[in-house]
Every structure is written in structure tokens, then in C-alpha cells.
T-cell receptor, first 114, second 113 residues
């Protein structure tokens, strides 16, 4: 099993739906991240959780709501999304506190908003 | 504002060719530079570079960091079709609690048989 898992792998939703993305890391890391990857754009950092506390959100719209119940699990709750929110959503984890930490990614959830 | 710029944006070569991908950055509180390979799914980690002038190698891939020039290169020798992917450069910057990872736009490499 991979170190970072994400479910679902694909999601199609309407603009009025509410859905959640789930991420789980099995690496014993203490930090988790949500990234958005749109076509032809660099990865955009959305949220950072360090020791379960949110430390950065990069001005993400409120229609995206993260939840980190413990250091191994991370959720991204979605509601009233827009078509431009269609993208690949990647979860990552890392061990904070070490010089030059590396973030390890999950396979992503491909989201299509109709 | 922190930024990472990669060049070229896309590259088409033939099997056996050698390629050099470039990454330059402007980042406050530089911590490390990372290279990732992304095929159809999530990026996979290739190298992490923290010290200038020390080459890292893994098979046909190698990379080196130049902190004076604020840049890094990724070399791939004797390319194969399986090397076709998007290569992402990311720079980690120190923040109050840990680091922030800033990605470049990627170089799309296509290796033709």
C-alpha cells in the first residue's frame, strides 16, 4: 500500500452538491497538505496542517473547508463549487522539523464540477 | 514574491539523446530544491538538493544546485520513452513552523522512439 492514499480517485459533482475528499498517510508524518493542480499551472498550495493545526491557507475560497482530525487523516469538504474548481486535488505529507523536508504525495482526486 | 521558473516548458527528443532541464528561483529563506517526475498521476520524488555544487545521481538522472546563480539543472542521459513525463522543480522556503513548497510550472518532456 502506498504511503499516502486518497479517496475517491475520481469525483463528478454539481455546483449545489456537498462532497468530501479524504486523505490518509501511513508514514508517521506530522504535517499534511492539500494542493490543487489545474491544467498547465504549477501546483497551488491550499492548506497546511502542522501537528493537526492549520498554519497556512493561501487565501482559498470558503467553499473549500479542510478538516484534520488527527495527524494521519485529512479531509477537504466541498460545497457550492464552481466549474473552474475542476482540477486534480493532491494530498501530501511530510515530517516537519527536519532540514530540507520532503513532501510525499498521494495519487490525487480528479474532480469535475458540472 | 517567491517564485520558481522552469525552462524549457516543453521538449521533444529522440531515444538516446541527453537532455538538460533548468530551474531558477527567487525565494526568501531558501531551504532546499526538489525535483519531481509526474506522469499521469501524482508527482514522484527524484532529488532533494540543499548544498551548492554537489551532484546527486540516480541511474541516468543527475542534478546539481548552484546557490550563487539561484538555479538547478536536471540531466537525463540516454533518454528512453519511459522518461516521458512532466518534470517539476520545487523550492522549499523556511517559515515559522517548517517549510513551504513552491513549484515551478514544469517541463514536459516527450521522448520519441
Amino acid at each position: 500500500e502506498t504511503g499516502v492514499t486518497q479517496t475517491p480517485r475520481h469525483l463528478v459533482m454539481g455546483m449545489t452538491n456537498k462532497k468530501s475528499l479524504k486523505c490518509e498517510q501511513h508514514l508517521g508524518h506530522n504535517a499534511m497538505y492539500w494542493y490543487k493542480q489545474s491544467a498547465k499551472k504549477p501546483l497551488e498550495l491550499m492548506f497546511v496542517y502542522n501537528f493537526k493545526e492549520q498554519t497556512e491557507n493561501n487565501s482559498v475560497p470558503s467553499r473549500f473547508s479542510p478538516e484534520c482530525p488527527n495527524s494521519s487523516h485529512l479531509f477537504l469538504h466541498l460545497h457550492t463549487l464552481q466549474p473552474e474548481d475542476s482540477a486534480l486535488y493532491l494530498c501530501a505529507s511530510s515530517q516537519r522539523g527536519l532540514a530540507g523536508e520532503t513532501q510525499y504525495f498521494g495519487p490525487g482526486t480528479r474532480l469535475l464540477v458540472l | 514574491e517567491d517564485k520558481v521558473v522552469q525552462s524549457p516548458l516543453s521538449l521533444v527528443v529522440h531515444e538516446g539523446d541527453t537532455v538538460t532541464l533548468n530551474c531558477s528561483y527567487e525565494v526568501t529563506n531558501f531551504r532546499s530544491l526538489l525535483w519531481y517526475k509526474q506522469e499521469k498521476k501524482a508527482p514522484t520524488f527524484l532529488f532533494m538538493l540543499t548544498s551548492s555544487g554537489i551532484e546527486k545521481k540516480s541511474g541516468r538522472l543527475s542534478s546539481i544546485l548552484d546557490k550563487k546563480e539561484l538555479s538547478s539543472i536536471l540531466n537525463i542521459t540516454a533518454t528512453q520513452t519511459g522518461d516521458s513525463a512532466i518534470y517539476l522543480c520545487a523550492v522549499e522556503a523556511s517559515r515559522n513552523q517548517g517549510g513551504k513548497l513552491i513549484f515551478g510550472q514544469g517541463t514536459e518532456l516527450s521522448v520519441k522512439p
